[in-house]
């Protein structure tokens, strides 16, 4: 909403996220998470500012929302984009059940100049807001963090609170590489063996920040997710390929399943190609392929009465 946009004031906050994280060091998960609150908080104007304008914009005038959008991001972690939203000029509320998480968001609002009561603690199945409260939800790489049981609660509850549109950010299980503990294939295995594959891989591979220290991760495609959003009543959508993230010149489509070697300067590809336009041909929409799912769901209205 904004033309020029500011990097986000964060060296409290850094200094107290890496203080959480201290014991983890030596971990993939404390390299990646070190990276994510950089890119989020003071480099967040390359590539994260942009989006976000972008992609609430779009919704907000695709769907004929009110401007500005009351936005709720559900799930909202240590808070980066929640703050980020609100720095950019919307009016967002970030919701999540990690009380030590939640501290960290509060130091990086108040940091910005941003009232911390924007962050709410709630740990019931019941989110403490209104019918029809909010004109946008998000879920920035938060469904993975839920399993079946977990939606059938959530699900209900964000249709009714949201008027708008719910829009979901998560990796997608066709990708070969898990973002959260570095290990290949382990998206393609069942929950059974990757919890046991993990086991075997040792400390460095754990993921640890949970909230009760457990590999809650579960993963799904496309057509899984779309099917349990209808039978909560939304109906999904698709942004434009120019508003998702990360963009398909950085994330591309899946292709192909291997390993690329170097030879020299030579490139060598080993494996083999997926068929992903054979199956685009026979229905699948393109985004299936995508490794990070870009979604809006819509609140199916009630049926008039005849």
């Given at each position: 909403?904004?033309?020029?946009i500011?990097?986000?004031?964060?060296?409290?906050?850094?200094?107290?996220?890496?203080?959480?994280m201290?014991?983890?060091?030596?971990t993939?998960?404390?390299?990646?998470?070190?990276?994510?609150?950089?890119?989020?908080?003071?480099?967040?104007?390359?590539?994260y500012?942009?989006?976000?304008?972008?992609?609430?914009?779009?919704?907000?005038?695709?769907?004929?929302?009110d401007?500005?959008?009351?936005i709720?991001d559900?799930?909202?972690?240590?808070?980066?984009?929640?703050?980020?939203?609100?720095?950019?000029?919307?009016?967002a509320?970030?919701?999540?059940?990690?009380?030590?998480?939640?501290?960290?968001?509060?130091?990086?609002a108040?940091?910005?100049?941003?009232?911390?009561?924007?962050?709410?603690?709630?740990?019931?199945?019941?989110?403490?807001?209104?019918?029809?409260?909010?004109?946008?939800?998000?879920?920035?790489?938060?469904?993975?963090?839920?399993?079946?049981?977990?939606?059938?609660?959530i699900?209900?509850?964000?249709k009714?609170?949201?008027?708008?549109?719910?829009?979901?950010?998560?990796?997608?299980?066709?990708?070969?590489?898990?973002?959260?503990?570095?290990?290949?294939?382990?998206?393609?295995?069942?929950?059974?063996?990757?919890t046991?594959?993990?086991?075997?891989?040792?400390?460095?591979h754990?993921?640890?920040?949970?909230?009760?220290?457990s590999?809650?991760v579960?993963?799904?495609?496309?057509?899984?997710?779309?099917?349990?959003?209808?039978?909560?009543?939304f109906?999904?959508?698709?942004?434009p390929?120019?508003?998702?993230?990360?963009?398909?010149?950085?994330?591309?489509?899946?292709?192909?399943v291997?390993k690329s070697?170097?030879?020299?300067k030579?490139?060598?590809?080993?494996?083999?190609?997926f068929?992903?336009?054979?199956?685009?041909?026979?229905g699948?929409?393109?985004?299936a392929?995508?490794?990070?799912?870009n979604?809006i769901?819509?609140?199916?209205?009630?049926?008039s009465?005849?």
């Amino acid at each position: 909403m904004q033309n020029e946009i500011q990097p986000l004031k964060a060296n409290g906050f850094l200094a107290a996220a890496m203080e959480y994280m201290d014991s983890l060091k030596g971990t993939y998960i404390y390299d990646a998470k070190k990276r994510d609150y950089l890119q989020k908080t003071i480099y967040g104007n390359v590539e994260y500012g942009p989006w976000l304008n972008s992609i609430l914009t779009y919704i907000t005038d695709n769907y004929r929302l009110d401007v500005p959008p009351h936005i709720l991001d559900f799930g909202c972690g240590t808070g980066e984009l929640t703050v980020l939203i609100n720095h950019l000029g919307y009016d967002a509320t970030g919701v999540d059940i990690h009380e030590a998480h939640l501290k960290l968001a509060k130091i990086l609002a108040n940091e910005n100049g941003i009232n911390d009561s924007i962050f709410i603690l709630n740990k019931d199945k019941k989110l403490p807001f209104a019918d029809k409260s909010f004109d946008i939800i998000t879920m920035f790489v938060v469904l993975e963090h839920l399993g079946d049981d977990d939606l059938k609660y959530i699900l209900p509850e964000l249709k009714r609170v949201c008027k708008g549109a719910l829009y979901v950010l998560v990796p997608n299980k066709l990708q070969i590489t898990d973002d959260h503990t570095g290990l290949h294939f382990l998206p393609w295995m069942p929950r059974w063996l990757a919890t046991l594959y993990l086991k075997l891989r040792g400390r460095k591979h754990q993921y640890f920040i949970s909230n009760n220290g457990s590999w809650d991760v579960h993963y799904r495609g496309l057509l899984r997710i779309k099917s349990l959003f209808n039978k909560h009543g939304f109906d999904l959508d698709f942004p434009p390929d120019s508003k998702i993230f990360p963009p398909l010149n950085v994330a591309p489509p899946i292709s192909r399943v291997g390993k690329s070697i170097m030879f020299g300067k030579l490139s060598f590809f080993l494996g083999v190609p997926f068929p992903h336009r054979f199956m685009i041909k026979s229905g699948y929409p393109k985004q299936a392929f995508y490794p990070y799912l870009n979604l809006i769901f819509i609140p199916k209205q009630p049926e008039s009465a005849v």
